[in-house]
DNA sequence: CGCATGGTTCGATCCTCATCGAAGCATTCC
DNA sequence: GGAATGCTTCGATGAGGATCGAACCATGCG
């Protein structure tokens, strides 16, 4: 009987199927609150709440108090990763699910993540971007090149790097299951679609829509 | 509430402790019998049974049954893949190791896997075997060149093959994560370490330490 | 202030599941 | 064949933990 790392401890904590759905859920990208974490997972709020607070003595979530409110969310990309190679086996076990993620079609094309652009579109939009040398990869990071930040500064998107956050990032999308682009410049490339109305975030949800028009400009600048 | 792909019977199977070590023995590579597993897991027979019979009907383990031994293994790579990344979490959230694998130093450097040599040491010897040429690589398996064979006989090491077991297989390695030879050459490489007394073996460990004239024996002859 | 809302804690209940001894199969060895 | 070994199944026991209602804090609003 080896002792090693208590893991456990950490898979039981997801073999919950309230905390399970749960974590699910924060895999958006999006922090929640208490009474989103119950609704999603089906149980009361005590018993959400209880299940809470073992998931941040876990250490797999983080807490971030505003007001009364108290937004829940992924600890670190680690554990966002632990829970997609779990998804990965339990996908590749049991035949029964067909899409992964979001079961809405909108929020599958587009949503957003966090403050970034996430979805379909996203994910088409990172890799245009690769091939058109405007962003380069580096081992698991991503740079942008010179000739993205001239791009970038003629379509008047800002990129200067704030403390501690990267401008660039890779995020791994939760329907696609392939990377989109976080960091300073994603959060200014999902302005820039906002403001000049290529799009707009449905209510109460985190889907993005795009207009008919706006659909095409978006397009023509990120995936042509 | 949604419902994904059952993340939360994945993770519960591995939320057992006993489990856990189970899987975790099974990490090293080798395939293991039931009441070997049971020794790992500390739980008696029909617990360890029980426990093995859920693995299997979950998908995380293939087994192979020879004779009257029934030898449980991990059913792909995808599950190893699972189970480090619950291995990196629970590293990352409890504070108190630091290291893959055994945590002793000693069991790194040199331990008993199954029958036949592991750690820092039988990586190094596979390693010098190769660039020696007295074992050849063949896509995944391992092959006794003709060097090899005189090489090894001249030493007293014998080499004759066993009904269903091969002379040498790769093993990959619990903490090096890198292979070690293992199979009837494997084994009787140890037998033969432990016959010249270039080593011993610690009690109820796993744990090989050699002593200081027998590692210079040992490195002269399998490590030059 | 007093009320409403968002969350947590407490207590009691209930149920799943891990555990092991004993008995039952299966395979191999003599 | 019989005995020994390896493993599984059965049955009974017990403990941990998930659950929810009710009560209890905390923040914000008027």
Redesign the interface.
């Known amino acids: ?17 309230a ?3 749960m ?3 924060l895999m958006g990208g999006t922090a929640l609150t208490a009474s989103e974490l119950a ?4 149980v009361s709020l005590p018993t959400a709440s209880s299940h809470l607070s073992k998931l941040m003595e ?3 979530l983080t807490l971030a108090s505003q007001g009364r409110h108290r937004y829940y969310g992924l600890a ?1 990309a ?2 966002a ?14 035949p ?2 067909v899409r ?1 993620g979001p ?1 809405d079609a909108a929020m599958r094309v587009a949503r957003v993540c966090y403050d970034h652009l996430a979805g379909e579109q996203a994910v088409a939009m990172l890799d245009r971007l690769f091939d058109r040398k405007l962003l380069l990869r580096e081992d698991n990071e991503i740079r942008l090149s010179s000739s993205g930040a001239a791009h970038f500064s003629a379509l008047g998107i800002g990129i200067q790097a704030k403390a501690r956050r990267p401008v660039c990032r890779a995020c791994l999308d939760w329907s696609v299951r392939r990377s989109h682009l976080a960091g300073t410049l994603g959060a200014a490339i999902l302005d820039k679609i906002i403001a000049e109305k290529w799009a707009r975030r449905e209510k109460d949800s985190r889907a993005v829509v795009f207009s008919p028009g706006g659909k095409r400009e978006f397009e023509k600048v990120f995936l042509s």
């Not at 609704?39 to 089906?42: F, K, Q, T």
């Not at 990763?81 to 049991?94: C, D, H, L, N, S």
Request: glycine share 16%; aromatic share 0%.
């Open positions: 009987m080896r002792e090693g790392p208590d893991i456990a401890r950490i898979a039981s904590l997801v073999g919950d199927p905390r399970a759905n974590l699910n859920a609704l999603e997972a089906g876990g250490g797999l670190s680690q554990v990763g632990m829970i997609e190679a779990i998804i990965g086996v339990a996908e590749a076990v049991g029964k699910r992964p079961r």
